[in-house]
Structures are given as C-alpha cells and as structure tokens.
C-alpha cells in the first residue's frame, strides 16, 4: 500500500580539488527538510519523516602526500550523518554520529611490478551505534577495526 509520499527539500553542496601539490581534499554534505505527507500521515498511522533519511549529513575525506617520501601518502575520512527515523512512524530514531577513519598508502616496486601497502583504521573513535538495514531493522556499527594489505599489478 501507499504510505505517503516523500518530499525532499534543502541544499547540497560539495568542493573536491587540491589545496596544495600534495593535499587533496573531497567534502560534501546534505541538509533536508525531509517530510512524508498523504492520508496515512494525516491519520497518524505514519511518522512525518521518512525512514532512512537524515536531516543532515558531512563527508570530509584528504589525501596528503608527504614531501620526504614521494611515495608515501596520509588520508582522513569523517562523515557524519544526523539522527536518523528508523520506524515508519518515528517513534524511533538512530542517534547522530560521526566515524573517523585514518589510513596511509606506501608505493612501491614488487618483482618490478607496480605495488601498494594499504594500512588503515576504521571508526578511530569507536563509536557504537546502530546501522539502519530497513524499517526496524538494525545492524551493529562495527567498533575499530585495523587492516593492512598489499595489492600488486601483474
């Protein structure tokens, strides 16, 4: 059946480009004025926000290349994503968060072929929450967790 219909409105924005030779930076973010609207909203059957969808949202993500070797590079990415409805009639909501992950990328020659060592470490902070899979289903954040891996051209 239908719920309602979903009417978005707000800004989005984004800068991607190199702030120095060696510092890359890609940000962007969200702000909505998300709302669902139609009969079952009037008879309160469904929640005035959509489930799913923040009101807001942050993606920071640079790349920075070091001047003392050319070959090893640093990155940070922080997204943020505001409370989130997570039932159709917003009696529940995810709470905002904001993940932080660091890694670094070293570049080299593995049997004269083109290789690169990926090393990083996702949620820094250990944030706990939940990860919205549909209307009242749920999955955990998974905590920090630390990876490291070569991948070589051949």
């Not at 989005?12 to 998300?34: I, M, Q, W």
């Not at 669902?36 to 959509?50: F, Q």
């Not at 919205?132 to 490291?148: K, Q, T």
Request: hydrophobic share 40%; glycine share 12%.
């Amino acid at each position: 059946d239908l719920l309602g219909e979903i009417v978005n409105r707000g800004i989005e924005f984004s800068v991607a480009g190199a702030v120095t030779p060696s510092l890359n930076v890609v940000a962007g973010g969200v702000l909505l004025r998300p709302r669902v609207t139609g009969e079952e909203v009037a008879l309160g059957r469904v929640g005035e926000r959509p489930v799913g969808v923040p009101a807001r949202s942050f993606d920071f993500n640079a790349d920075w290349r070091t001047p003392f070797l050319e070959s090893l590079s640093f990155d940070i990415g922080v997204s943020h994503a505001g409370a989130t409805p997570a039932t159709r009639n917003n009696a529940v909501n995810i709470p905002a968060r904001t993940l932080v992950d660091l890694g670094a990328r070293y570049r080299f020659k593995l049997s004269g072929r083109n290789a690169t060592l990926r090393i990083q470490m996702t949620n820094v902070g250990g944030v706990y929450g939940y990860e919205l899979l549909g209307a009242g289903a749920y999955d955990l954040i998974p905590g920090r967790v630390g990876s490291a891996y070569i991948t070589a051209d051949f």
